[in-house]
Nanobody
Framework: VQLQACGGGLVQAGGSLRLSCAAS????????AGWFRQAPGTDREFVAA????????DYADSVKGRFTIARDNAKNTMFLQMNGLKPEDTAVYYC???????????????????WGQGTLVTVSS
């Protein structure tokens, strides 16, 4: 599956952004999916994950209560709603997907084999 992330931009602290990840080339509902981010000079880190049908989700502690991951399999799209943004959320955000026959989520980047190109989120203080 091919992925394309969009929706990044510049926002003030406390603001909101909604990232989208459009999937093509295969049936997106067969894939577990997730979001990762990478700030300058740091390793890529897990943000959120969602199961194939969207019934199971998980979040990094740093974003719990502020970010919400969701998907619309009919539209082959995944979303990341980000509220209460902080300067430390500044990073390039990547979406990822992994074909799976189970309803499990994947929270390690090495578990994914399809990646989008990334979209930059900048939060000013």
């Amino acid at each position: 599956v091919q992925l394309q992330a969009c929706g990044g931009g510049l926002v003030q602290a406390g603001g909101s952004l909604r990232l989208s990840c459009a999937a093509s080339g295969n049936t997106f509902s067969r894939y577990a999916a997730g979001w990762f981010r990478q700030a300058p000079g740091t390793d890529r880190e897990f943000v959120a994950a969602i199961s194939r049908a969207g019934k199971v989700t998980d979040y990094a502690d740093s974003v719990k209560g502020r970010f919400t991951i969701a998907r619309d399999n009919a539209k082959n799209t995944m979303f990341l709603q980000m509220n209460g943004l902080k300067p430390e959320d500044t990073a390039v955000y990547y979406c990822a997907a992994k074909f799976t026959v189970t309803g499990a989520i994947v929270i390690t980047q090495h578990g994914y084999n399809s990646w989008g190109q990334g979209t930059l989120v900048t939060v000013s203080s």
